[in-house]
């Protein structure tokens, strides 16, 4: 009987030293909404420092704008077409970006380079879909035809969902240092999915890849 509170004595003292040590070296529990949290996160390879602020404030901006309902009379006009809100808004997304001040030779250069792309390629199905009601373009921005326009396609919707992903990943890269949730998209960040870009533009993209 000594030898059992013996050892039920042994165990609190050594359970009390253990949690006291935790507590003086600021140990803090991980609760389990944390540690899905946490592993979310990713930490990707350090920017340098040396970029003007007007990129963080080019990227934050633009990425709030994707994200969020696009504020223009035209949308309204069009009765809130996808296809329309996407060629609005790559249409915005690039008028303030800082490209004069372009480190030369930087990776950002190419970045740049495949926003254009991107900018275009929606603008260009926005053309496509509306060529029907003028060969020219005239109807591209024809709110009140909006009602014949043919449908935004699977190309259209992943080309927008592209310029998102990039502007996602140079704001972590501007402005949180190059750690957070990016989606590889970025010659900046080094990712790993940048060519699937390419792809798309040479039409062979799939969701496979």
Do not use: C
């Not at 030898?3 to 359970?15: A, E, H, M, R």
């Not at 704008?65 to 060629?87: H, N, V």
Request: proline content about 4%; glycine content about 8%.
């Amino acid at each position: 009987m000594n030898k059992k509170i013996f050892l039920g004595t042994v165990i609190v003292v050594i359970v009390i030293a253990v949690f006291g040590v935790l507590e003086f070296i600021g140990f803090t529990p991980i609760t389990a909404s944390e540690e899905s949290a946490a592993d979310d996160r990713i930490v990707v390879s350090k920017v340098p420092e040396y970029y003007a602020e007007e990129f963080g404030t080019w990227a934050s901006k633009v990425n709030t704008m994707l994200s969020e309902p696009f504020d223009d009379p035209r949308l309204k006009e069009a009765k809130y077409d996808i296809g329309f809100e996407y060629y609005l808004k790559a249409q915005e997304a690039l008028k303030e970006f800082p490209y004069p001040l372009i480190p030369l030779g930087d990776d950002i250069h190419n970045d740049y380079n495949n926003l254009v792309l991107l900018s275009g390629y929606i603008n260009h199905y926005q053309f496509a879909r509306t060529g029907h009601l003028g060969p020219n373009g005239e109807a591209k921005e024809a709110t009140e035809l909006a009602d014949q326009w043919k449908p935004a396609d699977a190309n259209m919707h992943q080309a927008f969902k592209f310029l998102k992903q990039m502007v996602n990943d140079l704001d972590i890269a501007f402005n949180h240092k190059g750690e957070g949730k990016v989606f590889g998209v970025t010659y900046l960040l080094s990712g790993e999915k940048v060519s699937q870009i390419d792809e798309l533009m040479k039409g062979n993209y799939s969701e496979a890849n």
